[in-house]
T-cell receptor
Framework: AQSVTQLGSHVSVSEGALVLLRCNYS??????LFWYVQYPNQGLQLLLK??????LVKGINGFEAEFKKSETSFHLTKPSAHMSDAAEYFC???????????????FGSGTRLSIRP | EPEVTQTPSHQVTQMGQEVILRCVPI?????FYWYRQILGQKVEFLVS????????KSEIFDDQFSVERPDGSNFTLKIRSTKLEDSAMYFC?????????????FGPGTRLTVT
C-alpha cells in the first residue's frame, strides 16, 4: 500500500518569505504524487502533480515541487508567500490497479499554512 | 471551465435518517469517486465507480452506504441510517480516466451534520 506523510501540521511564515511544506511518500511502484490546496470552507483544488515526466513540477499560484526518489520526498515550495496562500495543503499519492481500473487518492494529514503580515 | 458540483452544500439530519448526497461530475468523465473528511482529520477514500458499478470500496463503505448513477449526469451517495460518526464533509470527484496519472477533480463538498 502507498502512503504519504506530511511533516508539520502547521507552518507559519511571514509574507514574502519562502514557503516549504514537507511531504515524504512510501510506494512499492513508481508513484504519482499530487499537492492539493483547500481554502477555508472550499473544496480541494489541484496545485500540481508529478507523473514521472519531470522531477521539478510547476503548479498554479507560483508553487512548485521537486520529486526526489533518493529521499522519497515531494516537498512543496514557493519563493515568496502571499497572504492569499493561507490554506490547508494536502500531499497525496494515487494508488491504482491498472490502466482501465479506477484509482484512488491517498491523502496526507495536511499542513495548515498561516501567513504573518 | 467545467467543474464538479455538489448539492446540498450543508445537510443537517437526525440520527437514523436516510440522506442522499448529490453530485454532478464533469460531463465527459467516466470515473466517479466519493471521499469524506471528518473535521480535523485527513481526507479518506470511500468508493470508486465506473461503468455503472463499484470499482473499489474502503472498509468505511459498509452496508449503510450505497452509490448510484441514476441518469446520465448525477452521481449520488446514500447513507441509509445515519450515525453521529457520519458527520463529515463529503467530497465527490471525477476523472476522465481511471489510471493513477489522471487527476481527479473535486467538488466543493457537502457538509453533513448528524444530530
Amino acid at each position: 500500500a502507498q502512503s504519504v506523510t506530511q511533516l508539520g501540521s502547521h507552518v507559519s511564515v511571514s509574507e514574502g518569505a519562502l514557503v516549504l511544506l514537507r511531504c515524504n511518500y512510501s510506494s512499492s511502484v513508481p508513484p504519482y504524487l499530487f499537492w492539493y490546496v483547500q481554502y477555508p470552507n472550499q473544496g480541494l483544488q489541484l496545485l500540481l502533480k508529478y507523473t514521472s515526466a519531470a522531477t521539478l513540477v510547476k503548479g498554479i499560484n507560483g508553487f512548485e515541487a521537486e520529486f526526489k526518489k533518493s529521499e522519497t520526498s515531494f516537498h512543496l515550495t514557493k519563493p515568496s508567500a502571499h497572504m492569499s496562500d493561507a490554506a490547508e495543503y494536502f500531499c497525496a499519492v494515487s494508488e491504482g490497479k491498472g490502466y482501465s481500473s479506477a484509482s484512488k487518492i491517498i491523502f496526507g494529514s495536511g499542513t495548515r499554512l498561516s501567513i504573518r503580515p | 471551465e467545467p467543474e464538479v458540483t455538489q448539492t446540498p452544500s450543508h445537510q443537517v439530519t437526525q440520527m437514523g435518517q436516510e440522506v442522499i448526497l448529490r453530485c454532478v461530475p464533469i460531463s465527459n468523465h467516466l470515473y466517479f469517486y466519493w471521499y469524506r473528511q471528518i473535521l480535523g482529520q485527513k481526507v479518506e477514500f470511500l468508493v470508486s465507480f465506473y461503468n455503472n458499478e463499484i470499482s473499489e470500496k474502503s472498509e468505511i463503505f459498509d452496508d449503510q452506504f450505497s452509490v448510484e448513477r441514476p441518469d446520465g449526469s448525477n452521481f449520488t451517495l446514500k447513507i441509509r441510517s445515519t450515525k453521529l460518526e457520519d458527520s463529515a464533509m463529503y467530497f465527490c470527484a471525477s476523472s476522465v480516466q481511471g489510471s493513477r496519472s489522471y487527476e481527479q477533480y473535486f467538488g466543493p463538498g457537502t457538509r453533513l451534520t448528524v444530530t
